[in-house]
């Protein structure tokens, strides 16, 4: 049987943990989707530099572990636990949301494109005004999961003394010499967290299935 009383008696360090992790998430997922997005815009885009160095950021984040691009800021940097958690998550999310993105920019048809151009919109008007907002609708499952996925990696603030949920755990536990119960207390926080983006992310692409 779970022991209750610990949470009760540490419920102040477990929403401590709760919130430092909901807000870390939140600045994470804006910035990871402005980011990724750009990423996509530059992989597809017609001018060579802006191509290569889109295929290099997301070649390159994709295939290296999160928790060395979270180390290379708070030990090579310098930064906070909080600052280097944050980052991390954002600059690794953004390579997988990039992708994401840009198979919804190619699933749009290319004549759109094309005709955006010849009525005298720019590239960058065409993107931003015609292109962009159908793919991201073709994608929002897949950037849901992206989500939920960046809500369950920011467990590794935790390691870096992030003052998130894993971190305070780490506390409890070192000072109640209690394992099991303590971590999944934490556990059901994060459920908190990801049901509800889970049903949602169901729920859009239903509505999306209908709508088609």
Not at 20 to 46: D, Q
Not at 92 to 114: C, D, H, N, W
Not at 156 to 166: C, E, N
Request: no cysteine; aromatic share 12%.
């Amino acid at each position: 049987m779970l022991d209750f009383s610990i949470l009760t008696e540490n419920l102040d360090m477990y929403l401590e943990g709760f919130k430092t992790t909901i807000i870390a998430s939140l600045i994470a997922l804006v910035a990871s989707f402005l980011l990724g997005t750009l990423l996509a815009v530059f992989r597809i885009a017609p001018f060579k530099p802006l191509n290569w160095l889109g295929t290099i950021y997301v070649e390159f984040i994709r295939n290296i572990p999160l928790l060395i691009i979270v180390f290379f800021f708070f030990f090579g940097l310098g930064f906070d636990g909080l600052t280097s958690g944050t980052i991390g998550l954002t600059i690794y999310t953004a390579s997988f949301i990039a992708e994401a993105i840009r198979a919804g920019i190619l699933a749009v048809p290319k004549g759109q494109m094309e005709a955006a151009r010849s009525s005298g919109l720019s590239y960058g008007q065409t993107m931003r005004i015609i292109i962009l907002p159908q793919a991201i609708k073709i994608v929002i499952p897949p950037l849901g999961n992206q989500f939920i996925n960046l809500v369950k990696n920011s467990s590794i603030l935790g390691i870096v003394a992030g003052l998130d949920l894993m971190y305070q755990a780490d506390l409890i536990s070192s000072r109640t010499y209690v394992v099991f119960d303590v971590y999944i207390f934490v556990a059901l926080f994060y459920l908190i967290l990801t049901i509800p983006l889970s049903l949602g992310v169901g729920y859009l692409e239903k509505r999306l299935a209908k709508s088609n």
